[in-house]
């Protein structure tokens, strides 16, 4: 691999109460991968998980977001519907097909500036400002 395609740095996310997570970010292999201190996904050892990654899966951006530990398979996010060439018409809600990692029974979508399960189990996985 040509190593001028490799990256590796640490941030520190700061929220407004001064709360803060120092974060490993590498890029690699075409591939994007972080890792907040403290957090981590099952497969991992621990101090060595990196619960968020961005890769050009299919030619389609997709994020994956291991948010539960105790679970080996990560949600998976197609940010197709967030090209800037895909604004949807004002007071529409955008669906992102997804099933849905809790009951698979579900898509996620955007309700309210949340990202919700529209299946049986109705799982909130928070805002999509954080993704």
């Known amino acids: 691999m040509d190593k001028s395609n490799e990256l590796k740095v640490t941030v520190t996310l ?6 803060s997570i120092p974060c490993v970010i590498e890029a690699s292999n075409g591939r994007i991968w972080i890792a907040p201190q403290g957090y981590g996904e099952q497969s991992a050892k621990k101090g060595c998980g990196f619960p968020i990654g961005v890769e050009l899966y299919d030619g389609k951006l997709s994020v994956m977001l291991w ?10 996010v197609d940010m197709e519907n967030a090209k800037e060439s895909c604004v949807a018409p004002q007071g529409t809600s955008p669906v992102i097909e997804d099933e849905c990692p809790n009951c698979h029974n579900g898509t996620i979508g955007l309700e309210n500036g949340r990202l919700v399960c529209r299946g049986e189990c109705g799982n909130d996985f928070g805002s999509h400002k954080h993704l």
């Not at 700061?14 to 709360?19: F, L, P, R, V």
């Not at 105790?70 to 998976?76: A, D, K």
Request: charged share 25%.
């Open 67 to 76: 948010t539960d530990l105790n679970e080996g398979n990560p949600l998976i």
């Open 14 to 19: 700061t929220d407004n109460n001064g709360k």
